[in-house]
C-alpha cells in the first residue's frame, strides 16, 4: 500500500525527535496522505482507520476518521501515563513499526474492547468508564485505598458531566455579566474581525519564542499561525478553521497539512465562534450552572454546555469581574474524551472591549503560552488565511 510505505518513510526521517512529539507527526504525515488520496480519483470518502491503517482491528476503533484514531492513541497514552514508544518500541525514531503487535499492545487491544463491553453491558452504552476509570495514570490499576488518602483531603476529582447546582444564579446571568465586562452586546456586536499578534513563552523550557498570531473573522473563522522567524529551522504551525473546514500544519518543515475530519473540528468551530463573546450564548445548548470553583486563585462561576456531536465545554468565569478565565472543551472518543483548556488572563481594552493578552492552551500532547501584545479591531483580513494553509 503506497500510502503507508510513504507513511513510513516519513517516519524515518523522525530519528531525533522525542517520542512526545510523535502524535502531531504521526497526524501530519496522515493529512498528507490524506490529500494526496483526495485528490486523485480517490473515493470521495476518505479511509476510515481500518482501511487506512494494516492492523487496526477493534470494533470500537477501525471505523473511526484517521485523525480521530490517532487522537484515541493520545487518550490511551494520557490516561497511563505512557508514551506511543511503550506500546510500540522505537516510536520517534526510524525503527518504530506500529504495525507489529506488542504484548502491551495486544493487552491494550483487548482492554479497548473490555471496555465497550463495559459500557454496553451496565450502562446502556453511555460512556462512563474508559482507561481512565482504572488506570488513573498508572500502568497496572491499584485496587486498595492507601490509609493516608482515607484521612486526607476529600477526592475532589471532577467527573465531565457537573452536577447542578441548586440555588446558583441562572447560566444566563452569568453569560450576561460576562458579556457586560468584556464590552456590553452593543460593542461586541460592532466586532467583526481582529488579528491578536504576540509571543509563545513556550512551557517547562520548551517552544518559546514563536511569533503568534490570531486571526478571526466573525461568527465563526479562525487561525493561528506560529512561526519562528529567528530560526526557520524550528518550523511553524498553523490551525485554521473558514466557519466550515479545519486544517492542522504540524511543526516541521517538511510536513503538508491536513484537514480536521473528525470531533476535533467541533472544538475548532467553537474556538471560532468563541472569539467573538456577544454570540456566545448561542454557540453552546443546553446551558447549566454547577458548583462554583477555584482557578488560579480566583472563585469562579461553573457553567457547562452542550455543542454538536458529543462536543461539551465548561466555562469558568470570574465571580468577581464576570471574565472568562478557563474553557476546557472535551470531545468524544471510544476510549474518553478528549480535552483542552485554554486559560485566559491579564484582559486588557481594545477600543472598549477586553481581550486576555495571556493564554496558556494546554492539551494531551503539549502545552504553551501566548503573550500578546498587539489586538487590533475591525480589520480586513484576507480570506486566505483561513483556508487550507499553503504547502511550504
Ligand atoms: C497502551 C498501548 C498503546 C499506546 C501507548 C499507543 N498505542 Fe498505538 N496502538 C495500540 C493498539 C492496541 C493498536 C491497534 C488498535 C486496534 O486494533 O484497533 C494501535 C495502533 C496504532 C497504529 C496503527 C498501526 C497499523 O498500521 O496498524 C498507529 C499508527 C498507532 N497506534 C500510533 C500510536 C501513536 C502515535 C501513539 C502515541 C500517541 C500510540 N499509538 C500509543 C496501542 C497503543
Ligand atoms: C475495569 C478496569 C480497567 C479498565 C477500564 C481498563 N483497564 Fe487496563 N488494566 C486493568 C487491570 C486490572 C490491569 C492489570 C492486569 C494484570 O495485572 O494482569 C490492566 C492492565 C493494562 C495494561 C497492561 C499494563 C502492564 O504494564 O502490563 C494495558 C496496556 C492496559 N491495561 C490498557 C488499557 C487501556 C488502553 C484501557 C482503555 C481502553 C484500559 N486498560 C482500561 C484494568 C482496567
Redesign the pocket.
Known amino acids: 500500500m503506497g500510502k503507508f510505505v510513504n507513511f513510513r518513510v516519513e517516519v524515518a526521517r523522525m530519528k531525533s525527535w522525542s517520542a512526545g512529539m510523535t502524535v502531531v507527526l504521526v497526524l501530519a504525515l496522515v493529512g498528507r496522505a490524506y490529500a494526496q488520496g483526495r485528490q486523485g480519483a480517490a473515493p470521495p470518502k476518505p479511509p476510515s482507520a481500518g482501511e487506512f491503517f494494516k492492523n487496526v482491528t477493534t470494533t470500537s476503533l477501525k471505523g473511526l476518521s484517521v485523525d480521530d484514531f490517532l487522537e484515541t492513541m493520545g487518550v490511551?497514552s494520557a490516561?497511563?501515563s505512557y508514551d506511543c514508544s511503550n506500546?510500540h518500541p522505537g516510536a520517534g525514531t526510524d525503527k518504530v513499526d506500529f504495525v507489529f503487535d506488542t504484548p502491551?499492545k495486544k493487552?491494550?487491544r483487548k482492554?479497548?474492547e473490555?471496555?465497550a463491553t463495559?459500557n454496553s453491558a451496565n450502562f446502556n452504552g453511555a460512556q462512563l468508564?474508559?482507561?481512565y476509570?482504572?488506570?488513573q495514570r498508572n500502568?497496572?490499576?491499584v485496587t486498595t485505598i492507601a490509609l493516608d488518602k482515607l484521612y486526607g483531603p476529600p477526592n475532589e476529582d471532577q467527573r465531565d458531566i457537573l452536577p447542578p447546582a441548586k440555588g446558583a444564579p441562572a447560566a444566563t446571568r452569568i453569560l450576561d455579566k460576562y458579556i457586560e465586562a468584556v464590552g456590553g452586546a452593543q460593542r461586541l456586536a460592532g466586532l467583526n474581525s481582529f488579528i491578536a499578534t504576540g509571543t509563545s513563552l513556550g512551557y517547562g523550557g520548551l517552544g518559546g519564542g514563536g511569533s503568534f498570531q490570531i486571526f478571526a473573522k466573525a461568527p465563526n473563522q479562525r487561525a493561528v499561525v506560529i512561526e519562528f522567524k529567528d530560526s526557520p529551522e524550528r518550523g511553524g504551525s498553523t490551525r485554521a478553521f473558514n466557519g466550515a473546514a479545519g486544517w492542522i500544519k504540524a511543526p516541521r518543515g517538511f510536513l503538508n497539512d491536513y484537514e480536521v475530519i473528525g470531533n476535533e473540528l467541533d472544538g475548532e468551530r467553537l474556538d471560532a465562534q468563541m472569539s467573538f463573546p456577544g454570540q456566545i450564548k448561542q454557540v453552546l445548548t443546553n446551558w447549566r450552572v454547577s458548583f462554583p470553583d477555584n482557578v488560579n486563585g480566583h472563585e469562579v462561576n461553573v457553567v457547562q454546555g452542550s455543542g454538536p456531536r458529543g462536543l461539551l465545554a465548561t466555562l469558568y468565569f470570574d465571580k468577581t469581574s464576570g471574565l472568562l478565565t478557563r474553557v476546557v472543551r472535551l470531545v468524544p472518543s471510544p476510549?474518553?474524551r478528549m480535552p483542552t483548556q485554554a486559560d485566559f488572563d491579564d484582559y486588557r481594552e481594545v477600543d472598549g472591549i477586553k481581550f486576555p493578552f495571556l493564554y496558556t492552551y494546554s492539551w494531551l500532547d503539549g502545552k504553551d503560552s501566548f503573550r500578546l501584545n498587539d489586538v487590533k479591531v475591525n480589520v480586513p483580513i484576507d480570506p486566505a488565511k483561513f483556508a487550507k494553509p499553503p504547502a511550504r
Do not use: E, K
Open positions: 490511551i490516561d497511563l506500546c502491551l493487552t491494550a482492554m479497548i473490555m471496555v463495559i468508564v474508559t482507561c476509570t482504572c488506570h500502568d497496572l490499576p476510549v474518553g
